[in-house]
């Protein structure tokens, strides 16, 4: 699995940019958090389909850049969390047990 490491809060506005041409998966981690670390797991054991990029955020290490996602993209902070950025929208987004990389592609793949 290849995450796109988040850990520079300008990457955000090339994420927006890019979700344009492809949907872009956020996945906020709290290295200390059990449940995090098992929602972690389970989407790096289903595999990454190709026409979705995925970025990973540390955010015990990067809280600023979390605060800023939680700002740009209207949404409550939370941990584990998954964001799906299409068109420059949040336009799914969900958080501990939920995360599901199936309900993701799903989301990934309906229109704007």
Not at 11 to 38: D, G
Not at 79 to 87: D, E, N, R, T
Request: proline share 3%.
């Amino acid at each position: 699995m290849n995450w796109t490491t988040l850990n520079d809060i300008n990457q955000l506005q090339k994420l927006v940019e890019a979700s344009h041409l492809k949907p872009q998966a956020i996945f906020k981690h709290s290295t200390r958090c059990s449940i995090s670390i098992m929602a972690k797991n389970r989407l790096e054991r289903s595999g990454f389909p190709d026409h979705i990029q995925f970025h990973y955020l540390d955010l015990l290490q990067y809280r600023d850049i979390s605060n800023k996602i939680a700002e740009q993209f209207d949404v409550f902070h939370q941990s584990p969390q998954i964001l799906l950025i299409k068109s420059g929208e949040c336009i799914y987004e969900e958080t501990h047990s939920a995360i599901s990389m199936d309900e993701i592609v799903e989301q990934a793949t309906k229109e704007v």
